[in-house]
């Protein structure tokens, strides 16, 4: 069996990272992603605060939605894990919340 890369996805992927890293080209792209939002800090944690409001309230509506859809497709993970899917949410949307708050 010969190793061709666009057969294996998994390895597709692999090199399509490895030439997006190596690439010397993109270095002054990511200098500029690295930029961010232009503007003062205020704008930026504001941003930030936003970002972790909207998170928070996603990750709470899919800790309660695991709860209440739990036993209804055997297909999901909340099937047979429900519990450890509402706490894992539940967790990551304290945490959302306690960043909106805290930053």
Do not use: C
Request: charged share 10%; proline share 2%.
């Amino acid at each position: 069996m010969t190793w061709i890369p666009s057969r294996n996805p998994v390895a597709a992927l692999f090199f399509a990272l490895l030439w997006l890293v190596s690439e010397s080209a993109l270095a002054n792209k990511f200098q500029t992603i690295s930029g961010g939002v232009v503007g003062s800090n205020r704008i930026k944690i504001e941003y930030i605060r936003d970002i972790a409001w909207v998170a928070g309230g996603i990750l709470l509506v899919a800790a309660i939605l695991s709860i209440l859809t739990h036993n209804r497709n055997a297909h999901s993970v909340n099937y047979t894990m429900w519990r450890a899917s509402t706490l894992v949410f539940s967790l990551l949307s304290l945490l959302a919340f306690a960043t909106a708050l805290f930053v």
